[in-house]
C-alpha cells in the first residue's frame, strides 16, 4: 500500500495555499498563488468567487505535482479559511452573483449605525460579536439589497449564501453537479447569524438582516466528513473533505491550543490573538470578541476569547504596492534595521477602521510624528512597531477580561519570519515570544482536524508531540521604555478617530 498523507487547503485574504502533510505534521509539497484585491471605491474591498475557483484548482495541482503523489494518496483534506469574506452564488449556473465581499470592507458601516442601541446589545448578546461592518450578516444584506441578480436568485430559489469554506466545499464536491451547502461553527460564529450558545442560525437575527434561511448553508461540527470530492475535479478522485475551520480557529488547532488557557497569535493580512476559554462563553468587557474555537464532532464546542486586528501584514503591502518604498515585502527587515528607531514616528494603519479593542468605522490611517529627518526606514520601522502596539492593546484586553497574566506568547504567520518585528514585539509587550518549527500553523490546524476525523491520527495525544520551538525572543528594553513608547502610540490613535463620516 503507498504511503497515505494529509491535505489543507488554505484560502487566504491574499493568497490560496495547498499544503501536504506527512504523519509527522512534516510539509512534504505545497503550491501558493496570488489573487487580485478589488478596490473600486473607498472602503471597498472584494475578490472574484471564480478567481479563487481556479487558483485553488491550480495550487492543488500543484501541490501534488511537487509532492510527487496522486490525490488516492491522501487519506483526507481539511479546509481553512478567511472568515467574514462573502460569497453569492447560483446553485443552478454555479456562478458568483457578485463579488466576494471581504471581511476588510466597510461600505456596510453606515448601516449598521442605524440599529438603536438596545438592539446592537441583543446581537452582542446572541452572537460574541461587535456591532462591525467586518461580519457577514450586513455584507449579505448590501448583496440582496443592491445586487439585482442576487435578489432574482432568491426569487427562483437558488441563491447560496456562506463564507469562501461554503463556496469551496460546493465546487469541490461537485458544484452544479450535486454540491453540498455546508459550513462548520467557528465559520457561522463570524457571521453575525448565529446564536452562540444554540449553535443555530437565530430566526430574529435572520429578521433583522433580510435573510432567508434556506439560502444559508447547514452548520455542521468542525471536524466531521461533510462530502467526498468531485472524482473529476483535481484531485481526479474521491477523497473525504475532514474538517473545516475559519483560519484563526484553525491555527490555534495548528498550535495544539486545545485546553482553556491556552493561546496563540497569527500574524497575517490581518493579525488575529485568541484565548482558549473551554465550554465556558466569556462575555468581553474590554472590546475584545466571543467566538467559537472548534468543536470536533459529537464533543461539546470549545470557545474562545479573540482580538482582531485589519491591518497588520496588509500594511507592509500597502508600503510595496501603493507607495513603492519596497519592491518585495521581505525586504522591510532590513530596510527598518538600517536604523535604531523610528525617530519619533507613528503609524497607524487604519485603513479599514479600527478593530479590536476600539471598533471604531470611523478611524482612518495616520502618519505622524513626521519631520525633515524622517526617511523610508524609518516609516518602514514604525510599520513593524504598529504590528507590535496593536497587538499589544489586544494582549492588555485579553488578560483583562480572562484575568490570565501572560507570560510567554506562541506566535505563527508570515511575518514571524521577520526576527526584527517579533524582537520588536516581545520588547514591546514585555514577554517572551515563541514561534514553533511549522509556523504556518493555519494550514497545520485543518489538517489535523480532518487526519483526527479519519483516524489518521488516533488522538490529540499523538499530535501533541509534534509541536516544537524553532526560536525564542525575550525583552530587551527597560519597563519605562516600554510604557513611553505604549503612550506615544495611544496618542496617535488617537488622531485616526472622527475623520471617515
Known sequence: MSQAFIGSLDQGTSSSRFMIFDHSGKVIGQHQLEHRQIMSKAGWVEHDPSEIWARTQEVISGALKQAGILGSQLKAIGITNQRETTVAWDSKTGLPLANAIVWQDTRTAQYLNGFSEQMKSEITHKTGLAIAPYFSASKINWLL???????????????????????????????ISGGVHLTDVTNASRTMLMDLESLTWDPWLLEIFEIPIETLPEIRSSAEIFALTDPHGPFGTAVPIAGILGDQQAAMVGQLCFERGDS?????????ALLNTGTE????????????CFKFGDQPAQ???EGSVAVTGSAIQWLRDQLGIISQASEIENLAASVPDTDGVYFVP???????????????GVIVGLTRAATKAHLARAALEAICYQTREIMDAMSADSGVLLTQMRVDGGITNNSLCMQMQADILGIDISRPVIAETTAL?????????????????????????LYRWSPTTSPADREKGFANWRKAIDRTLNWAQ
Not at 147 to 174: E, Q
Not at 350 to 364: C, E, I, K, T, V
Request: charged share 15%; net charge positive.
Open 350 to 364: 487604519a485603513f479599514s477602521g479600527l478593530f479590536a479593542p476600539h471598533w471604531r468605522s470611523d478611524a482612518r
Open 264 to 272: 496563540k497569535t497569527t500574524y497575517g493580512t490581518g493579525n488575529f
Open 145 to 175: 439589497t443592491n445586487i439585482p441578480a442576487v435578489k432574482n436568485s432568491i426569487d427562483a430559489g437558488t441563491a447560496r449564501f456562506g463564507t469562501i469554506d461554503s463556496w469551496l466545499l460546493w465546487n469541490l464536491s461537485g458544484g
Open 303 to 305: 470557545y474562545a476569547l
Open 445 to 469: 490546524g485543518a489538517a489535523y482536524a480532518a487526519g483526527l476525523t479519519v483516524g489518521f491520527w488516533k488522538d490529540r495525544g499523538e499530535i501533541s508531540g509534534q509541536w516544537k520551538e
Open 281 to 292: 462563553i466569556v462575555r468581553s468587557k474590554n472590546g475584545l470578541l466571543t467566538t467559537v
